[in-house]
């Protein structure tokens, strides 16, 4: 519920109740913007910045918003995961263990033996 402030508020319940209040707007526009959108396929339209980086321009509901927004978001395809994105996915994983230096190809096909060395070292460490 939205939080009235009173003149006679002492300068830290304000700010409680200042902070409170904006939390509780940011939540009332996402739910009722998703509510608006039910039921209908929502195209986010995005930017990129100078670095590459991929942003959306929607403010409230997006995949880069906050966990409401994100668990308010299905996606329309029933393929989640096309051939080109697990390719990144493998790479981004490749990265990770070290081998970012290498090729695109050579951190694709470098995947296996990444994979397989992480999950003996997951468990190995889980027994």
Request: aromatic share 20%.
């Amino acid at each position: 519920m939205f939080k009235e402030i009173y003149e006679n508020d002492s300068k830290d319940i304000k700010r409680e109740k200042l902070k409170h209040n904006a939390v509780y707007s940011l939540y009332y526009n996402i739910i009722h913007i998703a509510y608006l959108f039910r039921n209908q396929t929502l195209f986010l339209p995005v930017y990129a910045d100078f670095r590459g980086r991929i942003y959306t321009l929607s403010n409230y509901l997006s995949y880069l918003g906050n966990d409401l927004a994100r668990s308010l978001l299905l996606f329309d395809t029933e393929e989640y995961l096309k051939r080109e994105g697990l390719d990144c996915l493998k790479r981004y994983f490749t990265n990770l263990a070290g081998f970012y230096k290498l090729s695109w190809n050579d951190r694709l096909n470098k995947y296996e033996e990444v994979w397989r060395n992480f999950h003996y070292a997951l468990v190995d460490y889980l027994n």
